[in-house]
């Protein structure tokens, strides 16, 4: 398997921020990847950590720290002949940290998050308030039985 390594060179906060992803996940309750990311100064931007996380520099910062896809993929096959399950959480952080998965504390945002005001003739406002008269009425009418 080829090395790659990312397009760009790790800005200063990227590396901090590679160094403090990596110790987060290494402790028994990890904070979440925006609070490590809040803490080291990314402020706002912390709301969207992948934003950092998939950035190429993030990335470089990542393989120079040497946790590389090579090295997870190797281990994971190591550790699969030698000894099983015996590394699995350090290898699904390892993989975490990659994004080659998801965190299971992390909840898919919606795609779409956009709101629509209609403004509506006064013709059409009365109809509106019509047929809501109508489902009030059907919603409650009794059932006969």
Request: net charge positive; proline share 5%.
């Amino acid at each position: 398997m080829e090395k790659t390594k990312a397009k760009r060179m790790p800005t200063p906060k990227q590396r901090l921020a590679a160094k403090a992803v990596v110790e987060n996940l290494s402790i028994d309750k990890p904070k979440t990847l925006g609070e490590v990311l809040e803490n080291v100064s990314y402020g706002k931007i912390s709301k969207q950590p992948s934003r950092i996380l998939q950035s190429d520099g993030f990335k470089q910062a990542l393989y120079d720290l040497g946790l590389t896809e090579e090295l997870i993929t190797t281990s994971l096959v190591e550790d699969i002949k030698e000894k099983p399950k015996a590394r699995l959480g350090e290898l699904k952080l390892g993989a975490e940290i990659l994004g080659m998965v998801k965190r299971e504390d992390e909840t898919p945002k919606s795609q779409n998050n956009n709101t629509y005001n209609f403004i509506f003739s006064k013709e059409v406002q009365t109809e509106i308030v019509m047929i809501e008269e109508k489902i009030k009425q059907l919603l409650i009418k009794p059932k006969n039985n």
